[in-house]
DNA sequence: TTGTACGCGTTATCAT
DNA sequence: ATGATAACGCGTACAA
């Protein structure tokens, strides 16, 4: 199974190795007459352009790496889109390197499109200090794609304009205790609990920062006792669509209903929050609009490296559904 | 920035390329003491191996090309899960090409990998007739994920054992009208229908299997006027989670309490079979364990290409949650 | 269009 | 045992 290459292309063509690549690459320099002829005799030979040996040659530099941080999350799906479509507009070749969830940092997959040696990285969901982010970006020009990192080129949403979006809708629908089921402190979106904050506060409202975690269960018991309370909110600011879902969860088991007894709006707008029944409203944060974007960064700081840091930063939509409506009126409920 | 090569680390340490090439390989000819000193060198001149330069020059083979396709579908990242663990036991490199929802045929992912030059190919949810992917096979070894392809090593899902667990289950509730909401017939699942239709005239009842889409939208419709009629089946086992949504949709709709007027069960145990109040009972594929055997007969198949066709057929098993339960008794209910 | 010097590791052959 | 030398893998790019 000796696999054909160039050479054998060239010799049963009668004509050079050099003229073989040349027509290979759609580039300059051969007659349309021979490249058509050198691709029949190619497809013949059951000849595959081998990147391995063109990455060598060129230095790796035509491709893009992309780094999406977890398979098991739409979000990066919906990112991987967005690339992939400029990409393929600008005939760039993808390298792809996933995260794990049991790990907290991101340095291994970096590397790892370093050794493939990229000629830069579109990296979606980094999670790595600001610090070794800038050390790796100073090897490969890196893109970080909803996180803006300073020093490095970022496309990012606007979280407080999320957060702001949301609070607001519950504002208007008449709601007054409204929480906010914040992320764990760790994850780095404060900006959500800032535009919360500043809404409610604009309202001359007390804000209600309830501390959360990612496990929809945890949500749910935390929820659950909230709800119980003398003081319960109408309405709930979660910080993601999964914790919704918890609070959700929590407002079934209390025999209530969403969207009329209590309000809930998630953030992600995932499919996770269109399941039969449930239609959350929610904050769209534009996957593919942010993993094109990120990709026309890419290739701009590619092309000239030394250009000043670039950001984008994309603004959300709030999509309304069935889980938000006006607050209901009257005395505080007590269950 | 001229990257850093072996070269420049040879210099460095005062020893041959050749010699440097073996200690990053943890390869046999170089005294601990030496390899040491070589790896501390390259640390300190921030090397990175450069994969493309040592996969050409060993022709690319220790690598694993992953084909996948549909990120948008966790059952994929539940695979990827299980390929990345066995080929990180066996130090292997993996190389990804992701297909495209809007195309019918994954030819160009596959021979994105064979540009690759990758040993061997685990293609999960392949896209293509018999005949193209034996022909792919022979270029590069692929095994089959998913789907049983006569002549190519295969990793699979029992699904008619599936169909049979899922419509048992049902049987043993008492359920006597039980309706197959069928996949569109061109995906090839035909073995769940064939499940089903066996376990019903085993019991001595009329099959009933109503052909339906891909769409939870259009599936919803059909269920809706199903559940309508005079006789209304009292379960329906779905051919995928999505398609038993759009029936719960229905259900809803109607006013009707899942598990309790009717049963449904999924196929795929997804996480969309989780949301708030619908807790779908559903058959689990196993999709990491998929993963993992799909990887180790692609390292059996890369050490010894003229080994027979393998395959490992999997058990999938019922997981019951709350949408099915027993049927309900007297007259047929009319709506 | 072609000859040919790269790009950067790997590996088989030699030398100590 | 350790280490060095040199040929090789397969395209690409530039001078001729």
Do not use: K, W
């Amino acid at each position: 199974m000796a696999r054909t290459t160039m050479e054998d292309i060239a010799r049963a063509a009668g004509v050079s190795r050099a003229l073989v690549s040349i027509a290979y690459r759609n580039a300059e320099g051969v007659s349309a007459a021979t490249r058509e002829h050198i691709l029949t005799i190619g497809e013949e030979l059951g000849y595959v352009h081998n990147r391995v040996a063109a990455n060598l040659a060129t230095r790796g530099s035509r491709s893009i790496g992309v780094y999406l941080q977890d398979l098991h999350n739409e979000f990066f799906a919906d990112v991987y889109d967005g690339i992939r479509e400029v990409a393929e507009d600008h005939d760039r070749e993808l390298v792809l390197a996933i995260g794990r969830r049991e790990r907290d940092s991101d340095a291994a997959p970096l590397t790892t499109l370093q050794g493939a040696r990229v000629g830069v990285i579109v990296a979606a969901g980094l999670r790595l200090s600001d610090e070794t982010a800038l050390l790796h970006n100073r090897r490969v020009p890196l893109v970080s794609l909803a996180r803006d990192i300073p020093g490095i080129d970022s496309v990012y949403s606007d979280n407080r304009r999320g957060a702001e979006l949301a609070t607001s809708h519950l504002l208007e629908l008449g709601h007054r205790r409204i929480a906010f089921f914040a992320n764990p402190p760790s994850d780095g979106y404060l900006d959500r609990a800032r535009g919360y904050e500043a809404r409610m506060l604009e309202a001359g409202l007390d804000p209600r920062t309830i501390e959360t975690s990612y496990s929809r269960g945890e949500v749910a018991a935390i929820a659950g006792d909230v709800l119980a309370a003398a003081d319960a909110p109408t309405a709930v600011f979660a910080h993601n669509d999964r914790a919704a879902l918890g609070v959700l969860d929590a407002i079934a088991a209390a025999g209530l209903a969403p969207g009329r007894d209590v309000s809930v709006i998630g953030y992600d707008n995932s499919s996770a929050g269109s399941a039969p029944g449930t239609d959350l409203t929610s904050v769209d944060l534009h996957g593919v609009e942010l993993g094109r974007q990120a990709t026309e960064l890419a290739l701009r700081r590619h092309s000239r490296p030394d250009l000043e840091r670039q950001f984008v930063r994309m603004q959300p939509t709030l999509v309304v559904r069935s889980t938000t409506g006006p607050a209901p009126h009257g005395l505080p409920r007590h269950v």
